[in-house]
Nanobody
Framework: VQLQACGGGLVQAGGSLRLSCAAS????????MGWFRQAPGKEREFVAG????????YYADSVKGRFTISRDNAKNTVTLQMNSLKPADTAVYYC????????????????????WGQGTEVTVSS
């Protein structure tokens, strides 16, 4: 599946951004989706994940309560709503996909995902 992420930009601390990721495949609903980020000089890290149905979501501790992942299988899109942004959230954000439509799917490692978007840059100023 091909992924295209967008929605990044420059925002002040405390502000919000909404990232979107569009998938090319009609079988999008059979994929577990994730968002990762990579800050300058750091390794890529898991941010959020969502099962095929959208019922179950997972978050890194650093974004819990501030970020929300959701998906629309009819539109082949997954979004990441980011609120109360902090300078520490500054990074390039990537969406990723793994074929798995188990309701108990749970993946947080970069190595678990075979398809990646090109990344969208988020900069949070203090």
């Amino acid at each position: 599946v091909q992924l295209q992420a967008c929605g990044g930009g420059l925002v002040q601390a405390g502000g919000s951004l909404r990232l979107s990721c569009a998938a090319s495949k009609r079988a999008f609903s059979r994929y577990y989706m994730g968002w990762f980020r990579q800050a300058p000089g750091k390794e890529r890290e898991f941010v959020a994940g969502i099962t095929w149905s959208g019922v179950t979501t997972y978050y890194a501790d650093s974004v819990k309560g501030r970020f929300t992942i959701s998906r629309d299988n009819a539109k082949n899109t997954v979004t990441l709503q980011m609120n109360s942004l902090k300078p520490a959230d500054t990074a390039v954000y990537y969406c990723a996909a793994r074929p798995d439509y188990s309701p108990t799917a749970y993946y947080t490692s970069e190595a678990d995902f075979g398809s990646w978007g090109q990344g969208t840059e988020v900069t949070v100023s203090s």
